[in-house]
């Protein structure tokens, strides 16, 4: 028997309780409930007020730990709004679908002049064919007569709106009623809904740590240092990730946890450790430290497409890159922003970094490293032999990228994201990730600067 499957779309511009409230109601009655905030939308221009990663980090946070619950950020992403009936068909894969409406946009339905049936597209037919689990809103009483052919009625008590909790935060009130915790601090510390130019950095404190451990275990150093916060440790409720280790165990903590938005502190147990606070920088007496510096680190988004076709995407941290695949150097066609800008890179390869990320294999490829936070990315080849004297460039963070291969029969190149092996691979696209995000928390002491010119400059 097929899964009965809630669709729950829309704006979540913030998330509140009372969508948290209607999502526990439907997974009461259903087998399993999906959370779709949507893209930009011509009807609410208010769904651009904050960029697409703020919302989709509250979703995450209203929606978290849910029985039956998933969220998918799939229309953020791609900067898309997509109609209820191209939902239907894509969630038809997971069992059947049923819409999730409030009783405001079906008044008038049993006339034939609700906003269902005026204002969708297909709104005719999809009245008469498709379910809607119907959830009473304030304000607007249920009239059985208005309900469509195939319809549940989920009764749920949700006051609260949107709109509501958007005017609080524009007048410096508090939200913390509306939201859950967690949506009740982010909004505050990147000053959301304020009118104002939001911020990428933020003061951060803990008063009562919850950890997460995450430590290299081939690291005794490592090893020893998580054992000393085991005390703090709560991996069933944690409110901060620890990483203990090098750069390479943050960003493998990265790569498992940053859809958990929770703010990632690390100390430094390899060697640099540019993403890691010193240890020299905690306090003696206290940990955490109560003046530290939260700094929002956008991810990558990487699509590669297949000799075959196949399109896949994947998300990176640091960096992603082609390289040859064969004995032959890479013929590679180089697009930013939809311009040709190498016609021909003959190199071992080519790659993009983000800022955090361009102290690793950028650096390693003759690239000058940027300071974190830096709204850019660097673009460097490998070994690069035409353009003659080419080396790398820099780039703003919200480029788009293209690499393609111009021989793939007798000069294949391999794609890769932060690592990760992608295949073989005909193009690979890159561009900043509109959804995924994370929080790195350093000591106010942390000098990013001083461990880049312990690089650059001999000993």
Aim: proline letters at 7%; hydrophobic letters at 40%.
């Amino acid at each position: 028997m097929a899964k009965n499957v809630a669709v729950f779309g829309g704006n979540f511009n913030p998330p509140g309780v009372h969508h948290r409230l209607i999502a526990e109601a439907l997974a009461k009655q259903f087998d399993e409930v999906v959370v779709v905030p949507c893209g930009p939308r011509p009807d609410k221009p208010t769904t651009n007020d904050v960029d697409p990663i703020y919302r989709a980090t509250m979703v995450d946070q209203t929606f978290r730990g849910m029985d039956r619950v998933t969220v998918e950020l799939f229309d953020l992403e791609q900067s898309t709004f997509t109609r209820t009936h191209k939902l239907d068909e894509k969630f038809a894969e997971r069992g059947e679908p049923w819409h999730v409406v409030g009783t405001d946009l079906i008044q008038g339905g049993k006339s034939g002049d609700c906003f269902i049936q005026r204002n969708w597209q297909h709104g005719e037919d999809l009245w008469n064919q498709l379910n809607f689990a119907v959830i009473s809103r304030p304000g607007f009483e249920l009239d059985k007569a208005d309900l469509p052919p195939r319809h549940k009625v989920v009764e749920v008590e949700s006051p609260g709106s949107s709109y509501l909790i958007r005017e609080k935060a524009f007048k410096r009130e508090s939200v913390g009623e509306m939201t859950v915790p967690e949506v009740a601090s982010y909004i505050d510390r990147y000053r959301l809904y304020r009118g104002t130019i939001t911020n990428r950095t933020a003061k951060y404190e803990i008063t009562e740590p919850r950890f997460m451990i995450f430590y290299d275990q081939r690291n005794p150093k490592a090893h020893a240092i998580a054992s000393e916060y085991q005390d703090m440790a709560d991996p069933q409720n944690p409110n901060c990730i620890l990483v203990i280790g090098g750069d390479g165990t943050m960003l493998q903590a990265i790569r498992s946890h940053w859809r958990s938005r929770l703010p990632f502190f690390g100390i430094n147990a390899g060697h640099l450790g540019f993403l890691l606070n010193d240890r020299m920088d905690l306090p003696e007496d206290r940990f955490p430290a109560d003046d530290m510096i939260l700094r929002q680190l956008p991810l990558l988004y990487v699509e590669t497409e297949s000799p075959e076709g196949e399109i896949k995407d994947a998300l990176a941290f640091s960096d992603a890159w082609v390289e040859r695949a064969s004995s032959q150097t890479a013929w590679i066609e180089v697009s930013v922003n939809g311009q040709v800008r190498i016609p021909k890179l003959v190199a071992d390869g080519a790659l993009v970094a983000t800022a955090a990320g361009s102290t690793a294999y950028a650096r390693s490829m003759g690239a000058t490293p940027l300071l974190m936070g830096t709204p850019a990315m660097i673009l460097v080849g490998s070994n690069v032999m035409q353009p003659p004297n080419w080396k790398s460039v820099i780039l703003s963070h919200d480029s788009h990228l293209e690499f393609q291969t111009l021989n793939r029969e007798k000069r294949p190149i391999h794609g890769f994201a932060d690592g990760e092996p992608q295949g073989e691979v005909n193009v690979l696209r890159v561009r900043t990730s509109r959804i995924a995000a994370i929080e790195l928390a350093f000591c106010a002491g942390h000098d990013m600067a001083e461990k880049i010119a312990r690089i650059q400059f001999p000993a």
